[in-house]
Nanobody, 123 residues
């Protein structure tokens, strides 16, 4: 079993930046793909970024491409999401998730989830 805990959310003005971090405990996540999802009020949850187990492959949703960067630190057992040029539409609860397996498949389900962290972008 693995536990995921997100941190780094908060309130920021449009155009600003935030860095989210996801810390894993219970087992290593170093050989699993990881992702960041978000869910805005009244909307479906969407995958915004994902990274393969070795960091060699990444996936970004079109709406965040060029603004968000996902990275992982194997030694620290963490996955970060750097968010720049934030927009009010980025307001959502952001969730970290782990996908059991070796190959990143953004279209497949993720198996472990954190509790989420709120990101609010004011205009």
């Amino acid at each position: 079993q693995v536990q995921l805990v997100e941190s780094g959310g908060g309130l920021v003005q449009a155009g600003g930046s935030l860095r989210l971090s996801c810390a894993a405990s219970g087992r290593t996540i170093s050989n699993w793909p990881m992702g960041w999802f978000r869910q805005a009020l009244g909307k479906e949850r969407q995958l915004v970024a994902a990274v393969s187990w070795n960091g060699g492959r990444t996936y970004y949703a079109d709406v965040v491409e060029g603004r968000f960067t996902i990275s992982r630190d194997v030694a620290k057992n963490t996955v970060d999401l750097q968010m720049n040029s934030l927009k009010p539409d980025d307001t959502a609860v952001y969730y970290c998730a782990a996908q059991v397996g070796l190959v990143l498949r953004p279209e497949r389900r993720f198996d472990y989830w954190g509790q989420g962290t709120q990101v609010t972008v004011s205009s």
